[in-house]
């Protein structure tokens, strides 16, 4: 499988707290969702896959917060598409 490495900074990154470094919103906040969208808008599994780990490394941090809401800030909105099973494996 071809693994894109994504090593952009986005205007809209998250700070060491999973805020946003630009607006202070909760990250991924509404711009940087745009961003990571437009990045990889071919292939959007790949944005779904990439927000997993996202997730995975946030989690430490934000080990108080709802699972679901991570889920619904970090995964829901990225719509992936129907998954076969070694991108569901990703996710889980
Ligand atoms: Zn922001």
């Known amino acids: 499988m071809n693994r894109k490495v994504v090593a952009v ?5 998250p700070t060491e707290t999973w805020d946003c470094s630009a607006c202070g919103a909760l990250w991924p906040c509404e ?16 944005l779904a896959v990439h927000m997993a780990h996202c997730l995975g490394r946030a989690a430490g ?6 699972p679901h809401h991570l889920y619904q800030r970090f995964i ?10 070694d991108h569901a494996a990703a996710l889980r």
Do not use: F, I, N
């Open 31 to 46: 711009p940087a969702r745009g961003e990571l969208r437009e990045l990889h808008a071919d292939d959007p599994v790949e």
């Open 76 to 85: 829901s909105w990225t719509q992936p598409p129907a998954l076969d099973s």
């Open 9 to 13: 900074v986005l205007a809209h990154a």
């Open 61 to 66: 941090v934000l080990a108080a917060e709802d």
